[in-house]
């Protein structure tokens, strides 16, 4: 843990508020130092791509570089990746090329689980493509939704289907793998396009029976400014933007800024190091895989212990006026556990835990969340997000500073 938490900066003090727990990674995760140092290189080079010296063939070798190392994190044995303004305009733009190539009629599927970057370009693209969207529903209670609900609503009409890899509100993953079959068994040319965003920093990805998948590197140890996706040969084959006499099977429009290839390969990198604490394979991807088992593991320990306590300390599960979304189990949960506390609001409840030196977060019933809380009659909740390099002695403080909240909102 020391040698992990050595590599990221600002993991116990924030620059402007002083020493803190985060636990606010769900809003994005802390940043390689290695990224910080990254980006101010690139950041300083005034030389493009495609010229002829060293300094435009030094970027260009750094960008095969980083797309070689994209295809090892998802894991793509074919198809394009890509890198684009964000996670959510990625996803826009692989669904909108979905929508708009796939065959006339029939219908779009998604899930009430999905997070507007999906929800939104479904229901745009449905309407312009003149289809209706069917939203498969998702268990309130399990604050998931199955692969059982997909097949209830798959038809052999259907287009397009998108499916959250994990929810940032409930923090409940989605059994992606199980989705994919029910809609292949039923709709076999379907285009399936994945929303990973808050489930690449949680375990490890694969792109196995999709065909477009979306992740937002500043949630995944990186920085802000782009997204990347991957993409099937067949939806690459479908007609997209692109520059008139361009490559066909290019995605990528105009310039791209070789940070962005450069600073994701720092946290491929970061993986492969970490993989090789747990595996001695000699195999990437099979680093990458292993450095995704170990931190799945390690934060599955840390939501048992916010859940259930650690020490002499009662996990949330067991706080009177406590109320979780989602099942009192760390299973199945991916470093999320949102709640509320009866008799307190909950933006006094993130005021009170950032005085006690713990970062983390209200959603609301907005546009962002009302999918998952509407439902529940809320208008508000918290949302504790951990990651790997948090430790139970982090969550301990949590709960210690959960215990005092409870107090002051029972007596008053």
Request: aromatic share 6%.
């Amino acid at each position: 843990m020391e040698a992990v938490r050595d590599r990221f900066a600002h993991v116990e003090d924030c620059p402007f508020e002083g020493p803190r727990v985060f636990f606010e990674n769900a809003g994005g995760a802390l940043h390689l130092k290695s990224v910080m140092q990254t980006s101010a290189f690139y950041a300083g080079m005034p030389d493009n791509q495609g010229r002829a010296n060293a300094a435009s063939r030094a970027l260009m070798d750094r960008i095969a570089r980083g797309r070689d190392d994209m295809r090892a994190f998802f894991g793509a044995e074919n198809g394009e990746v890509l890198v684009g303004e964000s996670g959510t305009e990625i996803l826009f733009r692989l669904i909108r090329t979905a929508a708009t190539g796939a065959e006339a009629g029939g219908m779009m599927l998604c899930s009430t689980l999905e997070h507007p970057a999906s929800r939104s370009a479904m229901a745009h693209w449905a309407e312009a493509t003149g289809r209706p969207l069917v939203a498969v529903p998702h268990d309130d209670a399990a604050a998931t939704v199955t692969p059982e609900a997909y097949a209830a609503h798959v038809t052999p009409e259907s287009r397009v289907v998108s499916i959250v890899h994990t929810s940032p509100v409930t923090g409940m993953a989605v059994d992606v793998p199980g989705v994919i079959a029910a809609v292949r068994a039923v709709a076999p040319e379907a285009f399936v396009i994945v929303d990973g965003i808050q489930h690449a920093s949680h375990g490890a990805v694969s792109v196995a029976g999709a065909d477009g998948y979306a992740v937002s590197p500043y949630k995944m140890f990186s920085r802000h400014g782009y997204g990347v996706g991957w993409a099937s040969d067949r939806l690459t084959a479908l007609p997209h933007e692109q520059l008139a006499g361009g490559p066909a099977r290019a995605w990528e429009l105009g310039t791209r800024d070789t940070g962005a290839y450069a600073t994701f390969s720092d946290v491929i990198d970061y993986l492969d190091w970490l993989g090789g604490h747990f595996t001695e394979t000699g195999d990437r991807r099979a680093r990458l895989e292993a450095a995704g088992g170990a931190i799945a593991a390690h934060e599955a320990r840390l939501l048992e212990a916010m859940l259930h306590g650690t020490g002499n300390l009662r996990g949330l599960a067991e706080m009177p006026g406590v109320r979780l979304i989602g099942p009192a189990d760390a299973a199945g949960r991916e470093g999320v556990v949102s709640l509320w506390l009866e008799g307190m609001a909950s933006a006094d409840l993130v005021d009170h835990l950032g005085s006690r030196g713990v970062r983390v977060h209200i959603r609301k019933n907005d546009h962002y969340c009302g999918n998952i809380l509407g439902p529940l009659g809320r208008e508000d909740c918290i949302r504790v997000s951990v990651c790997h390099y948090n430790t139970e002695a982090e969550v301990a403080r949590f709960l210690a500073a959960m215990e005092e909240a409870v107090t002051q909102a029972r007596a008053a």
